[in-house]
């Protein structure tokens, strides 16, 4: 079947170091997301990527990076520049436009 | 621009009760909206999705939304709760202005009592 993969579900880090988090998709989806989600704040977009070696920051990009070199991959980097990165990060992909995003089943970074 | 409103952090109701969440968006062109459901440490699926073919929607797991542009309201109800419901939903909105890029609201969490 079809899907997103998320990895690792877990993630535990020294505060100052970089960690990056991995989303796969099977899906031949051109357009790819990060979303971060606090308790009571909702989702917030953190970049996006609409097609292979493009990508465009959402609204709360400060702190994070991307790469699309792949179709089926859009891995999330955070840095050490982030302030408050422990947050539950998602991963989404749609075909485009107004079509309904399918999501990864997430990673918890705690950072201590 | 675009935003949406999901009014109540939390509803709580009573299995078979009927099920109500509210969902408000602004958008300065015709909307694309949906309605997401989230069950603890998952992902998001969707439960249904408003394109202008009609103004009452049916989703998945009995729930349905009904588009009301004078009100620019998305509800979603249920007629029976079930306790598999409990779960925080997520109302969504997109529009060419934001490049379809969908806006989410901060979500409601649906608790069922027994």
């Known amino acids: 079947d079809g899907g997103i993969t998320q990895s690792p579900k877990y993630l535990f880090r020294k505060e100052g170091q970089n960690v990056t988090l991995s989303c796969e998709q099977n899906l031949n989806h051109d357009a790819m997301y990060w979303y971060r989600q606090d308790p009571g704040q909702g989702l917030r977009l953190i970049y996006y990527s609409q097609i292979v070696n493009d990508f465009q920051k959402g609204d709360i990009a400060e702190g994070y990076s991307v790469s699309r070199e792949k179709k089926e991959s859009f891995p999330l980097t955070v840095t050490s520049a982030q302030k408050n990165p422990t947050a539950f990060y998602l991963c989404a992909s749609n075909g485009g436009g107004t079509s309904p995003l399918h999501f990864g089943n997430g990673t918890r970074l705690t950072v201590t | 621009a675009q935003s949406v409103t999901q009014l109540g952090s939390h509803v709580s109701v009573s299995e078979g009760a009927l099920v109500l969440l509210r969902c408000n968006y602004s958008?300065?062109?015709?909307?694309?909206l949906f309605w997401y459901v989230q069950y603890p440490n998952q992902g998001l699926q969707l439960l249904l999705k408003?394109?202008?073919?009609?103004?009452l929607v049916k989703g998945i797991n009995g729930f349905e939304a009904e588009f009301k542009k004078s009100e620019t309201s998305f509800h979603l109800t249920k007629p029976s709760a079930h306790m598999s419901d409990a779960a925080e939903y997520f109302c969504a909105v997109s529009d060419y202005g934001g490049s379809y890029i969908p806006t989410f609201g901060r979500g409601t969490s649906l608790i069922v009592h027994p």
């Open positions: 958008s300065s062109v015709p909307p694309y």
């Open positions: 408003y394109t202008s073919a009609a103004t």
